[in-house]
């Protein structure tokens, strides 16, 4: 099977690409670069999907998968909503979330890939623990 793996650097990225490596075809991308994770699978391209929606479309044109899985998510502070405060850095951090998630969708779309995979990790486990609950300004947005 032909995978491309977003977030192929997070902490659950990179175990997905070490496991998955072994018996399919994996093209891992990510916004940073890890010598590790690049040489171990081969195949990864250092890529923002919030500003590279058309190198991201040739990459899903080229390598013609048969799943996609979406991990990539900007964590920096504010940006999965984990605070009170609504400025422009929260919100710019959002925006960027959105973009690289309408990117990957659009190029799922176009390019007929058959399966994709969402996960947000920082929502599931930081929300999960502890019991987080979003700021109400935040769900009311939403």
């Known amino acids: 099977m032909r995978l491309i793996i ?36 081969g195949q990864f391209a250092q890529l923002d999907l919030a500003s590279g929606a058309s190198m991201f479309g040739a990459i899903v044109e080229k390598t013609k998968p048969d799943a996609l899985i979406h991990l990539a998510w900007d964590v920096r502070e504010g940006a999965a909503g984990l605070n009170d405060r609504l400025d422009d850095a929260t919100w710019t951090a959002h925006e960027s979330n959105e973009r690289m998630i309408r990117n990957v969708l659009s190029s799922v779309v176009r390019h007929k890939v058959p399966r994709l995979i969402l996960a947000s990790s920082v929502h599931a486990a930081i929300g999960h623990l502890g019991g987080y609950e979003y700021p109400a300004s935040i769900r009311e947005r939403t």
């Not at 997070?10 to 994996?26: N, Q």
């Open 6 to 41: 977003t977030g192929s650097i997070g902490t659950i990225g990179s175990v997905l690409v070490r496991g998955l490596k072994k018996e399919h075809d994996v093209v891992g991308i990510d916004c940073r670069y890890d010598t590790e994770v690049r040489d171990g699978n």
